[in-house]
């Protein structure tokens, strides 16, 4: 049985990028083997943020994750700071990868340029190590992630591989799963930049809570293309990206949606495809209303799911202290 593990850092601000490229997927791939699915937090502490707000951000993030069908049943999910053994892993790791390939890490490089000398902590360059260890304490084989992790998923399996050659048989050499549909969900304002919560302009995103007619007041006044109907196009991209959106919504493929809407309007487009969107976030949202205010229930899977992840990650890591002489 395969082994499947992703998270969704700790912002409790979920863009439709996040729901397209992963959340969404994760659904589906926890039918399909043993599946975990956590919340980063330790990686969340890059941009300092409020004590108060962070706890907070850890229900609705795991309320989310509730929401859109992560079932407890299937899935283990968990929060990364009750598991302790994700840090001692990093720190092991940390002497298996070096400088170089860190400074390769296109995340690191494109938010450290963002951030003045006071905010590029150590954290945010050791950020890909800790997710290695994410990854390979429990021994995934597959990591359903959208295109931005792709490389650190990469950077994942070759300190594993570093390993395994050392030591022997270390750690599973896990897989990015990235889906065929909302990979790489662009700016609405800047199709060129991919959607971001961090993102100057909040118009470029539409957040998993944002009301409807927020959301509708967001397409309509995304940015188009020249020309004036729906065409599927390299040099659309703008439009690509709302065809994108579209067939993320609805489960058809980009090409399907393409072919419906073919030499209609922007304008009909855009409502339509508004109407879609509205529709089937306002039904996550009042799902995910009802889950955050059970603060019982959040706090039980929370706990249900940390405990069965540390005992897995305990033993994992006892493994790897043993073959490379720690104990
Ligand atoms: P995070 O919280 O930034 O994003 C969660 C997931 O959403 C995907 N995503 C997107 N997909 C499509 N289009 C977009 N515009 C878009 N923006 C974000 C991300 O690719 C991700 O799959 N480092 C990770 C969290 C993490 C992790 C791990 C993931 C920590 N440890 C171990 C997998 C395995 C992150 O910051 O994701």
């Not at 990028?17 to 969340?44: C, E, S």
């Not at 859109?68 to 899935?75: F, H, L, Q």
């Not at 409807?212 to 040099?235: H, M, Q």
């Not at 493929?253 to 009909?268: C, D, R, W």
Request: proline letters at 4%; glycine letters at 8%; hydrophobic letters at 40%.
């Amino acid at each position: 049985m395969k082994t499947i593990l992703s998270g969704v850092q700790a912002t409790g601000k979920m863009h439709i990028g996040n729901y397209l490229g992963a959340m969404k997927p994760w659904v589906d791939w926890q039918n399909q083997g043993r599946a975990f699915f956590f919340i980063p937090d330790l990686h969340t502490l890059n941009v300092r943020p409020d004590a108060e707000t962070l706890r907070g951000n850890i229900y609705d993030t795991v309320a989310w994750l509730l929401a859109v069908g992560i079932d407890p049943r299937k899935s283990t999910i968990f929060v990364q700071s009750r598991v302790p053994a994700h840090a001692e892993l990093c720190w092991i790791l940390q002497n298996y990868v070096t400088m170089g390939e860190l400074n390769r890490m296109t995340q690191y490089k494109d938010k450290s340029s963002k951030r003045g000398a006071d905010g590029q902590v150590v954290a945010l360059y050791t950020y890909p190590v800790l997710m290695a260890a994410d990854i390979l304490l429990y021994s995934a084989d597959i990591v359903p992630v959208g295109e931005d992790q792709k490389q650190h998923v990469e950077l994942t399996r070759d300190i594993a591989t570093r390993m395994n050659n050392i030591y022997g048989d270390c750690f599973v050499v896990p897989e990015p799963a990235l889906p065929q549909v909302g990979a790489r969900v662009m700016s609405l304002t800047t199709p060129t930049i991919k959607m971001s919560k961090s993102d100057a302009n909040q118009n470029g995103n539409i957040m998993l809570a944002d009301e409807p007619k927020v959301i509708t007041k967001k397409i309509k006044r995304a940015v188009t293309d020249s020309g004036s109907t729906i065409e599927l196009s390299d040099d659309k991209p703008a439009i690509a990206n709302l065809l994108q959106v579209y067939a993320g919504f609805s489960d058809m493929s980009v090409p399907e949606v393409a072919n419906k809407y073919a030499g209609v309007g922007y304008g009909t487009f855009k409502t339509e495809l508004a109407e879609l969107v509205v529709e089937q976030i306002s039904q996550l949202q009042m799902d995910y209303e009802v889950i955050r205010q059970d603060k019982k229930r959040l706090d039980d899977v929370i706990e249900e799911g940390s405990q069965r992840a540390a005992g897995i990650a305990q033993k994992k890591l006892n493994g790897i202290k043993q073959k490379i002489g720690l104990t």
